[in-house]
């Protein structure tokens, strides 16, 4: 890119808790203020801020502004607090995030005559499940002025109109990331990600009991959190009813996962559907081996070429799950084999490049 032709954006989404979009936006925020443009973050829900972000990134919580008493407000007056936030900063253009958030975006954007630019992060098929949430995108997605995929599947599930003004790009794999180390390879196998319906988790864990049986000195580690009610509670409720109890460790959140799970066996995706899998993205930079669903919209198919830097799995099929832990766990030398050319995504998919997409994408609207 020569001159920016961008001199104010407006980057928006619900906060900055911990989570694959979440972390994209941070470092999207923080690459384009290196780029000296002038970058505004608006947190419309929740003054959450688990990443590192720039110094020259100016962070706007309107959470205080959106809610009352720990409740947000209706969605009126959400509207209406972001449109007059646009008014006041004047973006050149605004960037959005996540259904809800671009839904208040591409509303806001059009009031305050700001150009916008939103992202799907998910799979449009199953995300959102409502049937309201999903006419409201129907009606108001196609007065955005541009659109960014992640995926040709998720972009091709929307119509000749929104595809037309769309781009694909995928994520940014996260930088600074430690490399596995398979010199000492210890018998736990990894996974990460929201202790939610969408990760399948009981699928992993029913997996895992199977190879556990045979390689009874094995662990799996499951990092993240819960946000339904219940969440962990069930999935303790499975591990125990397996006599797992002392074999499959509920994590958590910690600050050092990639240190934690450098010297493990393998890292285990095991989701029904998904974007582009940041947590699978980043094992595979650091150059561990991966196991994948080939789950919509087809995010993991993407990164992985089945049986060379990865292994790709159906939804749902624990047995399939299962043998693929086997393989790796039993053959080291394929293990060491997928796992080195798994490294090629840290280069392929560095900030560096797909921040560049990200902004010319941007300037073109301009």
Same mark, same amino acid.
């Given at each position: ?11 928006? =989404? ?12 941070? !470092? ?28 020259? &990134? ?7 502004? &959106? ?20 008014? /006041? ?16 975006? +591409? ?37 955005? *002025? ?15 109109? =929104? ?5 694909? +790009? ?17 018998? *736990? ?7 939610? !319906?969408?990760? %399948? ?13 045979? #390689?009874?000195?094995? $662990?799996?580690? +499951? ?10 509670? %069930? ?13 499959? &460790? ?7 996962? #990639?240190?934690? +799970? ?20 980043? /094992? ?30 159906? &939804? ?15 053959? $080291? ?34």
């Amino acid at each position: 890119m020569g001159e920016n032709k961008i001199k104010k954006v407006a980057f928006v =989404i619900s906060s900055l808790a911990s989570g694959g979009s979440e972390r994209v936006m941070s !470092e999207l925020a923080s690459y384009a203020a290196g780029k000296n443009i002038e970058v505004y973050l608006i947190l419309l829900s929740y003054n959450v801020c688990e990443y590192d972000l720039d110094d020259r &990134v100016k962070v706007i919580p309107l959470c205080d502004k &959106v809610s009352k008493y720990g409740r947000l407000v209706s969605p009126w007056k959400r509207f209406s607090i972001l449109r007059e936030e646009l008014k /006041a900063l004047k973006p050149d253009i605004i960037m959005s995030f996540l259904y809800t958030v671009n839904l208040y975006s +591409i509303l806001a954007g059009k009031f305050a005559d700001v150009p916008v630019v939103i992202s799907e992060r998910n799979d449009p098929k199953r995300s959102p499940r409502s049937k309201p949430k999903r006419l409201a995108r129907r009606l108001v997605y196609p007065f955005a *002025d541009g659109y960014i995929f992640q995926t040709d599947e998720v972009k091709g599930y929307f119509s000749k109109k =929104i595809q037309d003004r769309s781009w694909v +790009i995928p994520n940014p794999v996260k930088g600074n990331l430690p490399h596995a180390d398979r010199t000492n390879v210890t018998k *736990d196998i990894y996974a990460i990600g929201r202790l939610e !319906e969408q990760k %399948n988790y009981p699928m992993m864990i029913s997996a895992f009991k199977t190879v556990w049986m045979k #390689h009874p000195d094995y $662990k799996l580690h +499951i990092f993240g959190r819960g946000f339904g009610s219940g969440a962990l509670q %069930n999935l303790k409720e499975i591990t125990a009813g397996y006599g797992l109890e002392t074999s499959v &460790v509920f994590e958590g959140i910690v600050n050092d996962v #990639h240190e934690r +799970i450098k010297s493990g066996t393998m890292y285990v995706l095991s989701s029904d559907f998904e974007g582009m899998p940041n947590a699978l993205m980043e /094992a595979m930079a650091m150059g561990l081996p991966c196991i994948s669903t080939d789950c919509p919209a087809g995010g993991p198919r993407e990164l992985i070429n089945d049986q060379e830097n990865g292994l790709l799995v159906p &939804v749902g099929d624990a047995e399939a799950m299962a043998e693929a832990m086997e393989k790796i766990i039993s053959d $080291k030398a394929f293990a060491d084999r997928i796992g080195e050319k798994a490294k090629a995504v840290r280069e392929n998919y560095s900030l560096e490049r797909m921040g560049r997409k990200y902004l010319e994408c941007l300037e073109r609207l301009l």
